[in-house]
Every structure is written in C-alpha cells, then in structure tokens.
C-alpha cells in the first residue's frame, strides 16, 4: 500500500474482494471446523455475507474509503447470521473511521485499520485473545506487520503479508490447545481443547490469500 498510485476505495476493493474469495472457497472447510463444537454454519455464513457483497459492489458509494466500508459493513452485518454477521460488521465499521477520507493508504493506515477492527471485536464480542476467537489469530498477525514495518518502513507488501500470514497461521493452529470461552464452543467445555477455531483458521487463509494476490 506505501506509494500506490491506487486510491484508498481500489485499496480497500482488492483485499475485499479476496477476503470475498477466501470465504467462499473456504465455506465447506470453515463449517467443518465449526461443526465440531460450534452450530457448524459459519462457513455458510460468512460465504453468504461476502457473495452479497460481491453481488452488490459495483453499486456502493466510492466517494471515500469511509463510505465504501460502511456500505461493506451494512451489508455483511445484514446477510450474515448468528454472531459472525455483528462481529465482521462493527470490525469493517471501526476500518471504515480510520479509512476516512483518506485518498491513498499505506501499511501504517492497514495497521491502524487492522487494530480499529480488532478492538471493535473484542468490544461487540466482549472477548479478547486467549478466548479462542478469530482474535487469536487477528491480533498477532496485527502486531506482526507493525513489527515488520518498524524494522523496515520500506519493506514490499508480499514480505509484510508474508510475515503476518505465518504469525495468523502458526496462530490459529496454537487454538486447538485452547478452552473457548466465547460463541457457541463455549458449551462444549473442555471438549473445545484439541479443536481448531474456524474464525481464526479464516483470518489465516485470508491473510495468505492476500499475500498470494499481492504477489501475483
């Protein structure tokens, strides 16, 4: 994103658009992983809120990154059921505020964003790392890219996403040693350890996805 000639609404385009892809390539796996002690409709969820949104994206307001996100956020928070559709919502409504009227964004404005969602997740959800969430893969991947940007202001995006990819991945993995203390796994007790977070295993993919097309 640092010296792009995109504007900030192609920006936020490009990585919907591939979160979108995530989802729905992913919708028969992320359900499975949620179906062993969750509802098992996440996957199905998820998919459903990014195919409206793809559905829909020729059409929404691109005067400014800010409107963008919080048509993205309307929409996901209105075609997603259960609590996914509420946490995915307040997370791309909190990007949306710091987007702002920006023109251009740079890895430093992603952070932000990327830590604006996070904390509106841990409040809507009132949850917080170690809950084994999608948190507990979001959160390190976050600290990881701001990691990597102090060490080099300069570094490609690929070697960014790169580095938080392995963080979200190695992340999500370390979930299945973890009780849920929130959503529906949470009912499950102890049967929730040595199971894998689906929100979390999502945040993963997607951001590997990301860098792949960031490559390409």
């Known amino acids: 994103m640092q010296q792009s000639t995109q504007s900030a609404v192609a920006q936020i385009e490009f990585v919907v658009r591939t979160m979108a892809r995530t989802a729905i390539d992913n919708e028969t796996y992320f359900g499975d992983l949620d179906a062993v002690v969750g509802d098992g409709d996440f996957g199905y969820s998820i998919a459903r809120g990014f ?4 559905a829909g994206i020729d059409g929404f307001d691109r005067s400014s990154g800010n409107t963008f996100l919080k048509k993205i956020a309307l929409t996901i928070t209105s075609k997603v059921g259960g609590t996914s559709g ?6 791309f409504l909190r990007a949306a505020g710091i987007a702002g009227e920006k023109t251009s964004l740079t890895w430093f404005d992603a952070v932000e964003m990327l830590k604006a969602a996070a904390g509106g997740i841990k409040q809507r959800g009132q949850s917080d790392v170690g809950d084994k969430t999608l948190l507990d893969a979001l959160v390190p991947a976050t600290e ?3 990691s990597e940007l102090a060490a080099d202001p300069n570094a490609p995006g690929a070697q960014l996403l790169d580095r938080a990819a392995d963080v979200a991945d190695q992340s999500a993995q370390n979930t299945k040693t973890m009780l849920a203390k929130r959503g529906r796994a ?3 007790g102890e049967r929730s350890i040595g199971t894998l977070d689906a929100g979390a295993v999502a945040i993963a993919r997607i951001l590997a996805d990301l860098r792949d097309a960031v490559r390409a």
Not at 51 to 54: F, N
Not at 86 to 91: D, N, R, S, V, Y
């Open 186 to 188: 949470s009912y499950s």
């Open 144 to 146: 990881a890219l701001e």
């Open 51 to 54: 195919e409206a949104i793809l």
């Open 86 to 91: 509420p946490l995915w919502g307040t997370a």
